[in-house]
């Protein structure tokens, strides 16, 4: 089992910036894939971004490419999401997610979300 816990989420006006983190903690070493995802009041849940959790690939929306960096600190267990230039668009409950090398294209583990809202 792996359990994933946010943090950073809060109110910012447009153009502000917001860090989010993901702290990971289990069976880490099973990781192989960690995600972003968002939804919105009254939307569907959408990818956001991920990345491979011991190389270096990494993948984004179109919503947010060039505003939004993923990265994340291997010592610490812990992935992250830089969120610049924030739109009001981007209000939603941000979820992060993890994937095992068993199962790479299924996140079969989900944190609690933490809110982002931009006002305008």
């Known amino acids: 089992q792996v359990q994933l816990v946010e943090s950073g989420g809060g109110l910012v006006q447009a153009g502000g910036s917001l860090r989010l983190s993901c702290a990971a903690s289990?069976?880490?070493?099973?990781?192989?894939?960690m995600g972003w995802f968002r939804q919105a009041p009254g939307k569907e849940r959408e990818f956001v971004a991920s990345?491979?959790?011991?190389?270096?690939?990494?993948d984004y929306a179109d919503s947010v490419k060039g505003r939004f960096t993923i990265y994340r600190d291997i010592n610490k267990n812990t992935m992250y999401l830089q969120m610049n230039s924030l739109k009001p668009e981007d209000t939603a409950v941000y979820y992060c997610a993890a994937a095992t090398a068993r199962s790479p294209s299924q996140y079969d583990y989900w944190g609690q979300g933490t809110q982002v809202t931009v006002s305008s």
């Open positions: 990345r491979t959790w011991l190389g270096v690939t990494s």
């Open positions: 289990g069976r880490t070493f099973s990781m192989s894939r």
